[in-house]
């Protein structure tokens, strides 16, 4: 059974074809993705109508690619998968109307796929996938949370950001250093260079005994170093990036293991686009194998968003009778659509 998988959430178009066998996990047949980054980069953030007519200019050329890739025509594809939230409701109405035309004009089912339910499973398209139960990181752009994962669709938050997400924070402080749009991988390479114990910065809610974020005040206090610093700054902005990466990477790695604790599961699932934070992986690592935990991380490359990560939670979603497809192509859209509502 084949899946097309399509995502335009954000500022990613992204398509790929998965293939659900008679046994094992799916396999990735080929994916196809465009970034709006340089597009955005001129306004500092993402601009969603600009982000949505770039969505429909990619959306049909990247099928295209992903299905010569495989060998495959339109005609062999069974399913028809497409993120229906959360994200930028004009961007999400762009993958949700090709996916639902798709489906009507080739008469084959639809479904809709949530995207942090896509990040949670990118995991299962690497060659060292996971096994259930895990408790998941998932650190996106517009997420931070922790959650207790026993199965597809059985998924428990344990603890989640009260105001800004670990990759806003990297994004935001990024903008105050002076760094382009995204900034947390601009924010990272420029932390290589830097002292994480340059500036004392502080590390919201560490030991407020549950399994919450807070990152607001951080960007307040990047905000407050830099204007002290003065024209200090441009000699001393490698220091001040490798701090706010230190307690950014302190506070998600010191909450994931409390959660572990706390669970008593002995394996971490890292998804979102701040799983490619480098740093983040080092010190996870080494605290996981200190403690016999086993940690899994998505390919660098399906870090961020992709289609290959919603087409595969389409494909275990169907493979573990989690979801039907329907031949119903009046599509929705759920710009807001909490992960734990999931049934
Ligand atoms: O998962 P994602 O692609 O989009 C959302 O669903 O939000 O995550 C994007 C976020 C951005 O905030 C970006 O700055 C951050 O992930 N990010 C990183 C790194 N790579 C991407 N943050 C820190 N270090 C990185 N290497
Ligand atoms: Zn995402």
Not at 43 to 58: F, K, N, Q
Not at 220 to 236: C, E, M
Request: net charge neutral; proline share 5%.
């Amino acid at each position: 059974m084949l899946i097309l998988g399509i995502e335009s959430s954000c500022d990613e178009t992204g398509v790929a074809l998965v293939q659900i066998q008679a046994q094992g996990l799916p396999v990735l047949l080929a994916h196809a993705l465009h970034s709006q980054i340089a597009m955005h980069q001129a306004y500092g953030g993402v601009v969603p109508e600009l982000a949505s007519r770039d969505h429909i200019r990619r959306v049909i050329p990247l099928s295209r690619d992903v299905l010569a890739q495989s060998q495959k025509t339109l005609q062999d594809v069974d399913v028809v998968a497409y993120t229906q939230g959360p994200g930028l409701a004009g961007a999400l109405l762009v993958g949700a109307g090709v996916a639902c035309a798709l489906g009507a004009a080739l008469n084959k089912p639809v479904m809709g796929v949530h995207h942090l339910e896509g990040h949670l499973l990118s995991p299962f398209l690497s060659a060292d996938a996971p096994e259930f139960p895990f408790v998941a990181l998932l650190v996106s752009g517009g997420h931070t949370q922790l959650m207790r994962v026993d199965g597809v669709g059985e998924y428990t938050l344990l603890g989640e950001t009260i105001d800004d997400a670990a990759g806003e924070a990297f994004d935001k402080s990024a903008k105050l250093l002076g760094l382009a749009y995204p900034g947390g991988p601009l924010l990272s390479k420029l932390a290589e260079q830097g002292d994480p114990n340059a500036f004392k910065l502080p590390r919201p809610l560490l030991h407020s005994g549950d399994l919450d974020f807070s990152f607001a005040g951080l960007k307040t206090a990047v905000l407050t170093q830099s204007q002290k610093l003065g024209d200090q700054l441009a000699v001393r902005k490698a220091d001040l990036a490798a701090s706010t990466e230190a307690a950014i990477v302190e506070v998600l790695l010191k909450k994931s293991l409390a959660a572990l604790q706390q669970t008593g599961l002995q394996r971490l699932v890292v998804a979102g686009g701040v799983g490619a934070n480098r740093h983040l992986r080092v010190q996870l690592n080494a605290a996981c194998a200190k403690r016999g935990v086993r940690v899994h991380y998505p390919e660098l490359h399906l870090c961020t968003d992709n289609g290959a990560m919603i087409a595969m939670a389409a494909a275990m979603r169907l493979q573990s009778h989690k979801a039907t497809p329907k031949r119903d192509y009046g599509f929705n859209v759920s710009p807001r659509w909490p992960l734990d509502q999931l049934a």
